[in-house]
């Protein structure tokens, strides 16, 4: 097959990480004979410095027009880099908000999977981390409190800032019926987490969430509350299959996952509308404090790289392939920094590329 991948290597970790990812799909193209033609545009930080703004129209026009983005990630140290002084609408992130809304990638996926070889990379007891555990966080990824009308404003001399969170029946609708559907192909069970006791947007979740599960009597449903989601996340992570949540909560739940997992440098991401196209990204950011060490974890970018092949380009073999592969170099015990633990051998980002590739 033939497949055109639009290419955001971003800022910080980005570049590196995502050059891993495309060393992996090159050999894939090359043993399953496909051809993988690859466009770069900018988003975020680098984007300022050459055009003055986050996105530009060109850009999106460009990923529009391919069969799926590949993201590294965006965004530079938010107290220290020249990029945090320009208004809210001009900073690298409002380039991710912007392609993700232009995109109409409603559906954010984020799998968080305990690998048994890496169960000592996890930081819970024994007994928890023994039991393994395999989730999958279907996350709202075009509304709530990231797209509401955002002001601040001196009222009675003093600044008043405002966020808004809205929330309609028919985006709720949208990403449940895709959190039951991902549900009915795993063990049938959906936890949907908001904030029913205090939040009119939750308690509108929670009825949507409830009538769309009629559709899908064999899944077991459960709700709860995000403060409580966020203990048992830590304390048993086993009993999660489907997590579906609001925007927000599950931007901040999912890094939650992936400490869980060993490291937020595991935890890929796919961000998909109710076609094929799709945008994947690692959940994590640029890792200012790492960048430009050769050292950072590309297995979260490669797996999104996976995640692509088999939701854009229906190639499972060439998914499984990639998957295979890593878990191979975890089980023979190669670490980047960030999960590595005495007895390990310690590998750069590179290298790490390199075995994967060498595994396939
Ligand atoms: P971060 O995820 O970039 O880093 C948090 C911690 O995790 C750091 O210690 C970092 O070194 C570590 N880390 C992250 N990825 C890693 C990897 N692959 N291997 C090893 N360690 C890794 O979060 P932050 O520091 O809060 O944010 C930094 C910047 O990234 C901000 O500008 C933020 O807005 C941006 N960001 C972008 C995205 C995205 O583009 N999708 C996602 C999250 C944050
Ligand atoms: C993520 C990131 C983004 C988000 C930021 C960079 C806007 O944290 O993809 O998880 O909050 O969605
Ligand atoms: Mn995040």
Redesign the pocket.
């Known amino acids: 097959m033939e497949k055109n991948i639009t290419v955001i290597k ?1 800022d ?2 980005g570049p590196e ?1 995502v050059n891993e990812a495309i060393k992996v799909l090159d050999a894939v193209a090359k043993k399953y004979h496909h051809t993988f033609h690859y466009t770069d545009i900018l988003m ?1 930080g680098c984007s300022i410095d050459a055009y003055g703004v986050p996105l530009t129209d060109e850009a999106i026009a460009t990923a529009q027009s391919g069969d799926a983005v590949l ?1 590294g ?6 107290t220290t880099s020249p990029w945090y002084k320009l208004p809210p609408d001009h900073r ?2 409002a380039g ?1 908000l912007k392609i993700r809304k232009a995109l109409g990638l409603f559906a954010n996926l984020r799998p968080a999977y305990l690998y048994p070889e890496l169960a000592e990379a996890c930081p819970l007891k024994e007994s928890t981390s023994a039991k393994g555990f395999d989730m999958v966080i279907v996350r709202e990824l075009t509304g709530g409190l990231y797209f509401g009308e955002h002001t601040t404003k001196e009222i009675n001399g003093e600044l008043v800032a405002h966020d808004n969170l809205v929330y309609s029946e028919s985006e709720i609708r949208r990403i449940a019926k895709r959190g039951f559907e991902i549900a009915m192909k795993r063990r049938k069970k959906v936890t949907s987490v908001d904030k029913a006791n205090v939040l009119d947007s939750s308690r509108l979740w929670r009825k949507v969430v409830s009538e769309v599960a009629q559709d899908y009597p064999e899944v077991e449903v459960e709700n709860m509350l995000v403060d409580n989601a966020a203990m048992q996340l830590v304390k048993d992570p086993a009993q999660f299959d489907v997590v579906l949540t609001e925007n927000m909560f599950g931007d901040i739940l999912s890094d939650e996952a992936s400490m869980v997992t060993g ?3 595991m935890l890929a991401s796919a961000s998909l509308r109710a076609d094929s196209f799709g945008m994947y ?10 960048a430009g060490k050769n050292i ?3 297995i ?1 970018q490669i797996l999104s790289a996976a995640m692509m092949l088999r939701y854009s380009f229906n190639m499972d073999e060439e998914a499984d392939a990639i998957e295979a592969a890593i878990k191979q170099v975890i089980a023979e015990g190669y670490r ?3 999960i590595y633990k005495e007895g390990n051998h310690k590998v750069s980002t590179s290298e790490m590329g390199d075995l994967i590739v060498n595994r396939l």
């Open positions: 971003g910080g970790i990480v975020g993201l990630s965006i965004g530079g140290n938010t690298p992130e991710l490291s937020i440098g990204e690692p959940s994590g950011g640029s890792a200012p404090d790492i950072a974890n590309p979260a980047t920094f960030d």
